[in-house]
């Protein structure tokens, strides 16, 4: 089970952190990672681990703003985001996969959504 939280409404420039712990599993032999869908569109791709090791790939849209992070030890995975914009607007999903992952197919599990929201 994958429990998200850390969403809310801020200001555009602003930054919010999400959480995303994992139960049942350990995250370190996980890839893990984050989806973004805004209201009227298809669920896209943010962040995520590339397997279990320290490999990342961010979303061009992000890069430079966001940064996943994780700490195996609280079996959680964060995802930083700074310079929010209103664009950035979305349910943030947490997802897992026994592989690396990019698109939503890959995606083994999924968390519940928490919503952020900006404001310009």
């Known amino acids: 089970q994958l429990q998200a939280s850390g969403g809310g409404l801020v200001e555009a420039g602003g930054s919010l952190t999400l959480n995303c712990v994992a139960s049942?599993?350990?995250?370190?032999?996980?890839?893990m990672g984050w989806f973004r869908q805004a209201p009227g569109k298809e669920r896209e791709f943010v962040a995520a681990?590339?397997?279990?090791?320290?490999?990342?790939t961010i979303a061009t849209s992000v890069k430079g703003r966001f940064t996943i992070s994780r700490d195996n030890a609280k079996n959680t995975v964060y995802l930083q985001m700074n310079s929010l914009r209103p664009e950035d607007t979305a349910v943030y999903y947490c997802?897992?996969?026994?592989?690396?992952?990019?698109?939503?197919?890959?995606?083994?599990?999924w968390g519940q959504g928490t919503e952020v929201t900006v404001s310009s």
């Open positions: 997802a897992a996969a026994g592989r690396s992952f990019q698109y939503i197919e890959e995606v083994d599990y």
């Open positions: 049942g599993r350990t995250i370190s032999s996980h890839s």
């Open positions: 681990f590339r397997g279990s090791g320290g490999s990342r």
